[in-house]
């Protein structure tokens, strides 16, 4: 069976070509501006789907990354639907568990550099 993939257009203005839509669209837009769409529960708080995509492109190829992510993402949901006074805690603590993955990434990498 072949594999259908997804090709980007190249700029219209310019001609550059983009490995992914992602780097596409941020050519496109100005320095300044910023394309994260997001979904609005009724609670009020917002799901950015844009960021979110983003962040499964990026680990598309380690399905434990994306498995943690997609839960994570489905457990944020569902306690901003049914109790929202606990989400900005539970945000927080994925944020920073989040930025501490990457820190621990680039750490190792910084290692391995000085080996």
């Known amino acids: 069976m072949k594999e259908n993939k997804f090709v980007v257009p190249p700029c219209p203005e310019c001609g550059a070509r983009f490995d992914n839509v992602f780097d596409a669209t941020a050519h496109l837009l100005e320095d300044d501006q910023e394309f994260n769409p997001a979904?609005?529960?009724?609670?009020?708080?917002?799901?950015m789907l844009g960021s979110l995509l983003q962040c499964l492109y990026k680990y598309a190829n380690s399905p434990k990354q994306i498995k943690e992510i997609t839960q994570s993402t489905y457990m944020t949901l569902f306690t901003a639907e049914t109790n929202p006074e606990v989400i900005q805690d539970m945000v927080e603590d994925m944020v920073v568990a989040s930025n501490m993955m990457d820190i621990d990434d680039d750490l190792k990498k910084l290692l391995k550099i000085g080996e």
């Open 39 to 47: 979904f609005i529960l009724p609670s009020g708080h917002k799901l």
